[in-house]
């Protein structure tokens, strides 16, 4: 893989994206400290995976749309394809993947897919553009999996961070073994609406949000003055990720969710799943805010 970086820059971030999945490399702050995980395999060698056109697992692997199968792998194929940068600049630039007969083996549709990054001073603003150009509904979730890094300060351990909500929220699912939500057999919030983070939350895999009323989550650590936010206002659903005893911590805005144990495997049927009519739009956008 021959993959080509884009960097942003101004007074506050500096911020870098490789074409391979339009994936965020790089966020750091004016000081040079790096806020997303750098990809250790030792616990998980992917950065922030732009997911499309599903989020997470298929019951099965796989989906039936007009009366044939389809397999299609967790989060779907956008995070492994080579993206076109269409428009770059210093302060923004924007992706751009179309389907082909490979993608149509996986996901008989057409599509335009943009993911557009953008500086505005400590902010990082991602917005998922997805046009149809066909004269069929085009029916796709979409996601981001940022993942971001407990490396602050030196020597710092996993309990001294914590993930502070907008509002008091409840864990409606969990992940089980088949990769199917499943009921959560822990509520890890104390004093309503933070998560401190440790090596038990992750237990169940992922924590997820079917029904939540906050628009934003910062992570917080509890002696340093730093702070980074991650602002959903367009997402209806949201997961909260890591490895177990891994540093970072996973904050994903998602429209749409992995399928539940009882899922017809109808594709129109998925949770939260869109149907953009011929010839529109979709437009949703999220934000890391540095501060």
């Known amino acids: 893989m021959n993959a080509s970086i884009h960097s942003l820059h101004n007074d506050d971030l500096t911020v870098s994206i490789s074409n391979h999945g339009a994936e965020l490399q790089s966020i750091k702050d004016a000081q040079g400290l790096e806020y997303l995980w750098q990809a250790d395999p030792k616990f998980w060698a992917r950065k922030a995976p732009v997911l499309f056109p599903i989020v997470g697992a298929l019951k099965h692997g796989c989906y039936h749309f007009k009366g044939k199968e389809y397999a299609l792998s967790q989060?779907?194929?956008?995070?492994?394809?080579?993206?076109?940068?269409?428009?770059?600049?210093?302060s923004e630039a924007v992706y751009r993947l179309t389907d082909d007969q490979q993608t149509r083996e996986l996901y008989p549709f057409s599509f335009v897919l943009e993911i557009a990054y953008r500086l505005e001073a400590k902010a990082l603003v991602v917005e998922y553009r997805v046009m149809n150009p066909s004269d069929e509904i085009?029916?796709?979730?979409?996601?981001?999996?940022?993942?971001?890094?407990?490396?602050?300060?030196?020597?710092?351990?996993?309990?001294?961070?914590?993930?502070?909500?907008?509002?008091?929220?409840?864990?409606?699912?969990?992940?089980?073994?088949?990769?199917?939500?499943?009921?959560p057999s822990v509520?890890?919030?104390?004093?309503?609406?933070?998560?401190?983070?440790?090596?038990?939350?992750?237990?169940?895999?992922?924590?997820?949000?079917?029904?939540?009323?906050?628009?934003?989550?910062?992570?917080?650590?509890?002696?340093?003055?730093?702070?980074?936010?991650?602002?959903?206002?367009?997402?209806?659903?949201?997961?909260?990720?890591?490895?177990?005893?891994?540093?970072?911590?996973?904050?994903?805005?998602?429209q749409g969710h992995v399928d539940t144990q009882d899922h017809s495997q109808e594709f129109t049927e998925k949770a939260g799943i869109i149907a953009l009519k011929p010839h529109?739009?979709?437009h949703a956008s999220y934000s890391i805010l540095i501060d």
């Open 138 to 183: 085009l029916w796709f979730s979409i996601g981001g999996h940022p993942a971001f890094s407990l490396n602050w300060q030196a020597g710092s351990a996993l309990s001294d961070y914590y993930l502070e909500f907008e509002h008091a929220e409840t864990v409606q699912a969990a992940l089980i073994e088949n990769g199917c939500l499943g009921e």
């Open 280 to 282: 529109q739009s979709y």
């Open 75 to 90: 989060h779907g194929f956008a995070r492994d394809r080579t993206f076109e940068l269409v428009d770059a600049s210093d």
């Open 187 to 254: 509520q890890p919030f104390v004093e309503g609406n933070r998560i401190p983070l440790s090596d038990q939350v992750f237990d169940q895999d992922a924590l997820v949000f079917t029904e939540h009323t906050s628009r934003h989550i910062t992570l917080k650590h509890k002696t340093l003055d730093k702070s980074l936010s991650v602002r959903f206002e367009g997402f209806p659903h949201l997961g909260i990720w890591s490895k177990p005893k891994a540093p970072f911590v996973c904050i994903e805005p998602w």
